[in-house]
Each structure stands twice: as C-alpha cells, then as structure tokens.
C-alpha cells in the first residue's frame, strides 16, 4: 500500500509506502477511547450499535467509487499516524483506490498560514494539473485544527493558484469558535490563533459566507480541549455524538456512527444523521 502521509516540511518520497506495522499498531490503538462511551445519546443521531456495524460491514463489502479525491488533515500537534488511520478508516468504507487519498499531519509545525500553503503545495503535488487550468477539486476530512487549516487554505481572499478548491468541508472537533484549552495553554501561534475571539478567527468568519465549501460540523460531549458547543461556526450547530468518558477529543477520529455519516456522504448515499443540533452540554 502506498502513503502520502509524510508531515509538511520533511524530506521523503510521499509515494513511499506506509510500513504494514504502522497501520496494524495505529488502527486499534487510536479505537481505543471507543470502548468507553458516554451514555448521552443525540435523538437524532442514535442508531444502534449492532445497525452501525451491519452498516459499515456493507460499505466496505461494496466498494464505491469517490466524485473526488479525499484530503484527511491532522490536528495540533498531532502525530501523523492518527490521520492515517483515519485515512485508512475511511479509505476501507469509500473507495478500494490508495491514489484517491491525502493524508497530511504538520506536528511540528506552529504557524497556521505556513501550513496551509504546506497543504496547497501537497495536494497540487499530489493531483498535478496544467499550470493555465484550476486546482483539483477535493473533498477534506479534518481534525481539530485541520478543519481551521482547510478554512484558511481555501479562503476566497487566496490566489486560485495558491487555494484549496474544498467542495465539501467535514470537520471533526474543529474549534471554530475557539478552543477552551487555548484559553489557558497557547504554547504557539497555532495555540494562540485557536483562543476564542481571536483576529484569525474572527478573519475565517468573516470570508465565510462567500467560502465556495459545504460545511458539515462534527462533535463529541467530553470534549475537554475544544468543548462540543464551539465545534461549528457562530449560527452553525454541528452533528454531535455522546463521546467517550476519556480522550473524547481523539477518539471522535474512530467514532464508528460519524465514520458511518461520512462515508455515506463521500459515496453519495444519503447520511446517517438527522439535522444537527445543539450539544447539550460540552
């Protein structure tokens, strides 16, 4: 199997494949959170565990091919096996194609805008086009501050050359309203621009009503870093799970009834989840 997950700013081959015992350590170690759910269920989004895996076992029995290439994006400081296995998750519900997949973390990275044109330049090497005709149109699936790196990359405000062209946005415990733990911790200007109210953030909102992207919000309650309530936009509420009782940040990348939703979507199959709603707590 070939990767392209190599973090921004290393030196090596991103056709270079992704050792076996990388995947087989990454896949369940980052499942582990999920054995320990929360008891809050979200009336509409709650189909029963036995129908969800009945339901994944399917997507991957049927292979479905993509309308466009998939970009997952890590969080902060995040190491880069976690996009991997999200990566992989979703490659095994979609489409049977590696080449239809980007994976991309920047753990040590700590400058939001040097990232995003990190991520431009990957996903230009990546899917190359002519230089008079317009980037490759993808969809992205990102993580925590990812979903912020996919918002700034494909700002309107961008050269097309230098933009992200995201069709569809699926965001996974992204702090579009800021972060509670970056009210407390902000080690780095990454950090710092997740604090609530801050100018980047208040920037990302104010080009977003001409942002060409669908924005589909995810959220976990127990989220101690983010806090589920500031996962979407300001007017915007997201599709929320109860999460689990540790690590609810992390584990919402194994979260078996939002990996369900997405991939349906990703297939062009109507979604799982009912209209989103409002956390009941963070």
């Known amino acids: 199997m070939r990767s392209d997950q190599r973090e921004i700013g290393r030196v090596k081959d991103p056709r270079a494949p992704i050792p076996g015992w990388i995947l087989a350590l990454a896949l369940p170690v980052s499942a582990l959170p999920s054995y320990l759910p929360s008891r809050?269920?979200?009336?509409?989004?709650?189909?029963?565990?036995?129908?969800?895996l009945a339901e994944l076992d399917r997507m991957e029995r049927s292979p479905h091919p993509l309308e466009r290439p998939v970009v997952v994006l890590?969080?902060?400081?995040?190491?880069?096996?976690?996009a991997a296995a999200l990566r992989e998750r979703l490659r095994r519900l979609t489409s049977p194609r590696d080449d239809d997949f980007?994976?991309?973390?920047?753990?040590?990275?700590?400058?939001i805008d040097a990232i995003a044109d990190g991520v431009v330049e990957r996903v230009r090497e990546r899917w190359p086009v002519a230089p008079e005709e317009p980037p490759v149109e993808v969809d992205v699936v990102a993580h925590s501050m990812g979903g912020l790196v996919a918002r700034l990359a494909s700002s309107p405000d961008r050269a097309e050359s230098h933009r992200l062209r995201?069709?569809?946005?699926?965001?996974?415990a992204t702090p579009h309203r800021g972060a509670k733990l970056a009210r407390h911790i902000a080690i780095d200007p990454a950090s710092q621009?997740?604090?609530?109210?801050?100018?980047?953030?208040r920037d990302l909102d104010e080009s977003l009503p001409s942002a060409a992207f669908e924005l589909i919000c995810y959220a976990h309650l127990n989220d101690r870093w983010v806090g589920a309530s500031r996962t979407a936009p300001h007017g915007r509420t997201p599709i929320w799970t109860g999460g689990t009782r540790f690590f609810s940040h992390y584990s919402i990348t194994s979260d078996a009834a939002i990996l369900a939703d997405i991939a349906r979507r990703l297939r062009s199959?109507?979604?799982?989840?009912?209209?989103?709603?409002?956390?009941?707590?963070d």
Do not use: H
């Open 74 to 82: 890590a969080g902060w400081r995040s190491p880069f096996f976690v």
């Open 166 to 172: 995201v069709r569809r946005l699926f965001t996974l």
């Open 193 to 201: 621009n997740m604090r609530p109210g801050s100018r980047f953030l």
């Open 102 to 111: 980007l994976s991309i973390s920047y753990a040590t990275k700590s400058d």
């Open 269 to 281: 199959e109507p979604p799982l989840a009912g209209d989103p709603s409002a956390p009941p707590r």
């Open 40 to 52: 809050t269920r979200n009336p509409s989004f709650a189909p029963q565990r036995r129908e969800i």
